[in-house]
């Protein structure tokens, strides 16, 4: 009879279950606007504040402070339907100089009233920037210690403790890899109808490339399964492109796909970036496993920077603009200088002739002399012309290759002491590098930062 009863018990339970909304205590989900626009596409992308909740590693890639505040509602998840409201916030902070790397906070508050029950998160973690160089890239680590707090309604809070850890490959400017174990331990924690959830144990593998503005980050995520959902496999795309203004920042425009076992979705999404600030927002679109719309908003900014990129771009069509101009002028005094060279032709002959009818006395004394005169004023003046439009040209091809590569260098430097990021910094002095390359420049100051920057120092 008992058995029976337990039995019976057993069935129940598991007919329940398929009902129960599909999320887990500190599953994976969606942490900023940024990353809920790409699909959650997030492992090897090494320039995001929420970083720690992907991987710890890409943190070291950030070289001024920065911070962010989010909030997102969740209807759907790729864990799947449910009804989660979720707020948190995150900082990276450099680390002290000899360490190379960058230090992340965060802290996360989950409401999923559906359940009901309550998260809350706290983290510190640290990444490392260039910690091994192998020749075509560097390989960096990373990991958090963190502090899970869960309770369902009705029940007292329950505190456990987990670890993070993250590795990041980037080779060039261009390429990343990254992976990621996310909630080491699996600790445990109470759920609804008595039973006990768990942290599920995350695994995250990603690739990413990123060329100027352009980011496409494509990543394979497992999670275990835990008592309330089955194991989650999916595959996310997401794609990001920033378009820089000349007055008013930048915007970005991003869309993803998260293609899962449990949940498929789409979403898009658009940024705005002025002044070290930036605005995100993101749409989330069900395409099976749930009904709502989910949406998402992020506010972040970077201490010290201006917005770098825009500034490089604009610096780029200034330079591009003054080239032109400068070519339209050279050609222009060549035109010239061709029309004085036949002006002067034209009054030689006209002297020559003069003289010619002088010689046989087919002009009067006075009427040769004042006509000789006029020729040779005009000559003089004619010939002041040439010669201060040849020194004119001598100079502006002369502006060296010198005095524009210390031109563009100087605007490097601005770049660089706004707090531009390491990639658009690579980019520009291989820009420079190609720009000046077999010309009669010292290269030798690019050359070395270039080597400093790959080196990541």
């Known amino acids: 009879m008992k058995r029976r009863t337990l039995n019976a018990l057993c069935g129940a339970v598991c007919l329940f279950l398929p009902a129960t909304p599909a999320f887990s205590a500190f599953e994976d989900i969606f942490y900023d606007a940024r ?44 864990s799947g339907a449910g009804n989660q409201q979720i707020g948190d916030a995150s900082a990276i902070l450099p680390a002290p100089e000899g360490l190379n790397g960058s230090f992340g906070f965060a802290g996360l508050y989950d409401q999923n009233s559906s359940l009901p029950e309550t998260d809350r998160e706290i983290k510190m973690g640290y990444g490392s920037r260039g910690l091994f160089d192998t020749g075509s890239g560097t390989l960096d680590l990373g990991g958090s210690l963190d502090y899970l707090n ?44 008595g039973l006990i959830d768990m942290a599920p144990t995350t695994l995250r593998a990603g690739f990413a490339e990123s060329l100027s503005g352009y980011t496409i980050d494509i990543d394979g995520v497992h999670q275990n399964a835990t008592a309330l959902i089955p194991a989650l496999n999916y595959a996310a795309l997401g794609m990001e492109r920033w378009f820089p203004t ?75 603009a003054y080239r032109k101009k400068l070519s339209t002028a050279l050609q222009s005094s060549q035109i010239h200088q061709w029309e004085l060279d036949d002006e002067l032709k034209n ?51 002369k502006m060296s290759e010198q005095e524009k590569f210390t031109r563009d260098w100087n605007a490097y430097e601005k770049l660089k002491i706004n707090g531009a990021p390491n990639t658009l910094l690579i980019h520009s002095v291989k820009e420079i590098l190609r720009a000046y390359k077999n010309k009669p420049v010292d290269l030798a100051p690019a050359n070395r930062e270039l080597l400093r920057l790959i080196n990541g120092k």
């Open 35 to 78: 990353s809920a626009a790409m699909g959650g596409a997030m492992t090897a992308i090494p320039d995001d504040p929420a970083a720690l909740f992907y991987n710890p590693s890409a943190l070291g890639q950030t070289r001024i402070p920065e911070v962010e505040a989010s909030d997102l509602s969740l209807k759907n998840a790729p």
């Open 246 to 320: 000349a007055e008013y920042g930048s915007i970005a425009a991003r869309a993803g796909l998260n293609m899962g076992n449990l949940n498929k979705s789409f979403s898009a999404g658009i940024g705005w970036r002025i002044m070290g600030a930036e605005v995100d927002y993101a749409l989330l679109l069900p395409m099976s496993g749930a009904t709502g719309t989910s949406d998402a908003v992020s506010l972040s900014f970077r201490f010290g920077a201006s917005d770098p990129q825009a500034e490089f771009e604009r610096i780029l069509r200034e330079e591009i």
């Open 347 to 397: 009054l030689k002959d006209q002297l020559d002739s003069l003289k010619s009818q002088l010689a046989n006395k087919t002009l009067s004394e006075e009427e040769a002399k004042s006509k000789l005169k006029a020729l040779q004023d005009r000559l003089e003046g004619e010939a002041k012309k040439a010669a201060l439009l040849k020194e004119a040209r001598a100079r502006a091809s």
């Open 150 to 193: 869960g309770s369902v309604e009705g029940g007292s809070p329950v505190g456990r403790a987990a670890a993070d850890l993250g590795a990041l490959y980037k080779w060039g400017d261009r390429y990343s890899v990254g992976a990621s174990i996310l909630n080491l331990g699996e600790p445990q924690f109470p759920a609804p109808q």
